[in-house]
């Protein structure tokens, strides 16, 4: 375990304003909060500051602790995640409505007065603390995914690796820390490598454009919404040197907009919270290349199955992606495997057919009929249904193109882009409910 | 409403497209977000942009105000008069 590189007391790590904190200088921090913590921790880490996190996070780790990272902070999902749990939680940041008996660190002390030398850290009790994350509960109730410390780390030193992060690199990250990609992005990725991190988490595309303008040449971690209101945004412009999307596919045009507009390599990684990013593309001039696997993981298929073997961790993770084999360390996405839909004998993922909704209207996606034999859509666009059927014949086989073209004007998506399946639901049933006769 | 707050009140459904919203349902004192017209964090991101659009207003939410402006059709309207560029 190459630990130096997490304790690297030379280059910066988190960038606040003007003020510089080296990675020594952030373990510090977390010592003296973990002076202050029970035994074992069970802790709740809901801070938004990506140095208040990050100091909580190490603090609860140091401790042997677990640290649970909720998808939403919903008091309904805050509850439900904590139902049970035999001890006090420790709770850093606001959680109002909290069932459970909780111990409470609304702000993160951010003391640096040296409690522990460094050397003292038990990195074996490192290792084995242990993060909670929560599937994005596309099928209902959130899963609970455990991951240690140590298992993030070799995770993220694959990615390091393959993005070649140096103490030249700035991280600038959209997606919260909760979330795995935000974990990995934003506080994984720089630890263990010299790169430094923005501490701010730009949202608005002022923000963004800021921070763009302050740290030329960053490597920019968003996701494909947050990169669609970036490109609207009047004027934005910069030197980015990469962009690197996830969470779902990036279109195409987009990426070759944001290529441009930033001078920027533009790259997706592909992972999920089981298995963290394990592999990356980049567009070229005209299109995505293959996807590539980080080093020492590689695929075995069995059949319709693929597993993901990461060997110097010795893991294997089914994947719900259906994947083709390029070579031996290359491969396509087809899609996820349990989204495969069948229409007229022909085979296609559905999560493939809403990508390519997206080349023909602003956002939408596509579902089968009440019949089960054709598609559906529900789109956000201002051209006729037969506009968009004729763009669409562009992009897909005819007998995937939707029959009924439902228009509302908002898919309601997560911040992080994604779709639950209970509020496609819920969309579709209004859909098809309020038009008895639909726009075609 | 004034006019001013009419016209940034039409504005917000414009961006978040609320269907079922009338003019004359919005008070222009409630709160915008969560329990007044319910909106989240995405459609503050379409506000924001429609802002820029209309407006030349641009949000940080660096911005010590960002939550005051936000606070409601009447709070938006008097930041839109004070920063207006277009």
């Known amino acids: ?440 | 409403m004034t006019p001013e707050q009419q016209e940034v009140a039409q504005m917000i459904i414009e961006a978040v497209n609320l269907e079922d919203v009338a003019l004359d349902d919005i008070d222009p004192q409630a709160a915008i977000f969560n329990d007044g017209l319910g909106l989240d964090s995405i459609d503050a991101l379409e506000i924001s942009l429609e802002l820029n659009k209309r407006y030349g207003i641009k949000i940080k939410s660096g911005d010590k105000h960002v939550s005051d402006v936000f606070a409601s059709v009447a709070a938006l309207t008097d930041y839109v008069q004070a920063h207006r560029v277009q």
Request: hydrophobic share 40%; charged share 20%.
């Open chain 1, 1 to 440: 375990m190459s630990t130096e590189a997490g304790f690297d007391p030379v280059h910066a790590f988190v960038v606040k304003g003007q003020t510089h904190y080296t990675r020594a200088q952030v373990w510090q921090m977390a010592c003296s909060l973990a002076e202050r913590l029970p035994a074992q921790p069970c802790a709740l880490n809901l801070f938004e500051d990506r140095l208040d996190f990050i100091v909580a996070l190490m603090a609860v780790a140091l401790k042997g602790g677990v640290t649970l990272l909720p998808p939403d902070t919903s008091t309904h999902t805050l509850n439900e995640l904590t139902h049970g749990l035999n001890q006090p939680i420790c709770v850093f940041g606001e959680s109002p409505g909290l069932v459970m008996p909780a111990l409470h660190w609304p702000r993160c002390p951010l003391d640096q007065t040296p409690t522990l030398s460094l050397s003292e850290i038990r990195l074996e009790v490192l290792a084995q603390a242990q993060l909670w994350l929560y599937t994005s509960g596309t099928t209902g109730t959130p899963k609970k995914i455990v991951k240690t410390w140590f298992q993030m780390q070799i995770m993220a030193e694959k990615a390091i690796q393959r993005f070649a992060l140096s103490a030249q690199d700035t991280l600038v990250v959209t997606v919260p820390c909760q979330h795995m990609y935000g974990l990995e992005t934003g506080v994984f990725w720089p630890l263990y490598s010299q790169a430094r991190l923005v501490q701010s988490r730009p949202f608005y595309p002022a923000d963004m454009e800021q921070v763009i303008s302050e740290y030329p040449q960053a490597v920019l971690v968003s996701t494909p919404f947050h990169l669609k209101t970036l490109l609207a945004f009047d004027g934005v412009s910069g030197s980015v040197k990469c962009i690197i999307s996830a969470t779902a596919s990036l279109p195409t045009h987009h990426a070759q907009a944001l290529a441009q507009r930033f001078n920027a390599q533009v790259c997706e990684v592909l992972g999920s919270t089981e298995t963290a990013s394990f592999a990356s593309r980049c567009f070229t001039a005209t299109d995505f290349e293959s996807w590539h696997l980080y080093v020492q993981n590689r695929l075995d298929f069995n059949g319709d199955q693929v597993a993901l073997v990461v060997t110097d961790l010795n893991e294997r993770y089914e994947l719900s992606d259906a994947l083709s084999a390029v070579d031996e360390h290359r491969f396509e996405l087809i899609g996820r495997r349990n989204d495969m839909i069948k229409i007229a004998g022909k085979r296609q993922s559905l999560a493939r057919l809403n990508a390519l909704l997206l080349h023909c209207v602003a956002d939408g996606v596509m579902m089968l009929s009440p019949s089960g034999e054709r598609l559906d859509a529900i789109v956000v666009a201002q051209a006729s249904p037969q506009a968009i059927r004729q763009a669409l014949q562009h992009y897909m086989d005819p007998v995937f193109v939707p029959r009924q073209i439902y228009f509302v004007d908002q898919i309601p998506r997560t911040k992080i882009g994604k779709l639950r399946q209970a509020d496609l639901d819920r969309l579709v049933e209004a859909c098809r409910h309020k038009s008895e006769s639909p726009c075609n």
